[in-house]
């Protein structure tokens, strides 16, 4: 019966080829949603090493944080863009979820992240996440959340008004955009935690920046973040 299934399998594989989210090629038995190669070649930062990284430096003087980490460099045209719009807008929830245990496994090498209590995702607006179906941030802090065994809390932090997109925005207008944007729902179930704050991509930090805040506001006792990918 396996070979049977494992034949059927790849007739299927050469009917329909299941692609890497990277560089388009086929993905072979064992790659789930990047390849291989990609894997191995993807630019990585080593920000969970120093705890002076670019990314940790992006937030000095407006957010006070634990620990600061993005998993890749990103650039225009590059695989690592490719792979956060195919995790955005092509509905590939594994991709993000896998991306998340990425960071996760270099967040276990980490002593910053070594206590992390809760995670949260940046949440979407409900009319945004209901047309995409899914907030793909939510889906990278449940590939962390399984690395470091804890619990993820997606309704904690919520975001009830729409602010429009900030592909555009400087950081002040961005900061000023999205400043109010966030809000708490349950500050008992953070209160005194080490909160891991997760995103996708940090840009000016402006969206992380509100988020921490309005997190700071319940009473947590420290707060971290990590992106799965960093721009200038």
């Keep these: 019966m396996t070979v049977l299934i494992r034949l059927a399998t790849d007739l299927l594989n050469l009917l329909f080829p299941r692609l890497c989210n990277a560089c388009g090629q086929s993905l072979v038995r064992g790659e789930k949603n990047i390849c291989l190669r990609c894997l191995h070649d993807l630019p990585y930062t080593d920000y ?55 960071v996760g496994e270099r967040l276990k090498q980490s002593p910053g992240f070594s206590d992390i209590d809760v995670v949260i995702p940046v949440p979407l607006h409900k009319r945004r996440e209901r047309l995409r179906g899914y907030n793909q941030s939510k889906c990278i802090a449940d590939g962390i959340a399984e690395c470091l065994d804890v619990h993820v809390l997606s309704n904690v932090l919520i975001k009830p008004f729409a602010t429009g997109s900030q592909t555009r925005k400087g950081r002040f207008s961005r900061y000023e955009n999205l400043k109010s944007a966030f809000q708490i729902t349950d500050g008992f179930s953070i209160k005194n935690k080490h909160v891991l704050l997760v995103d996708d991509v940090m840009t000016t930090g402006a969206t992380l920046e509100a988020c921490g805040l309005a997190l700071y506001t319940a009473g947590i006792d420290k707060l971290s973040i990590a992106t799965v990918a960093f721009t200038d």
């Design 48 to 102: 969970h090493l120093y705890a002076d990284n670019r990314a940790a430096k992006q937030l000095w003087g407006r957010l006070s944080c634990h620990a600061v980490m993005s998993m890749l460099y990103f650039k225009k045209g590059s695989r690592v863009q490719h792979l956060m719009h195919r995790l955005k807008y092509n509905g590939q929830m594994k991709l993000g979820l896998e991306l998340g245990q990425l």
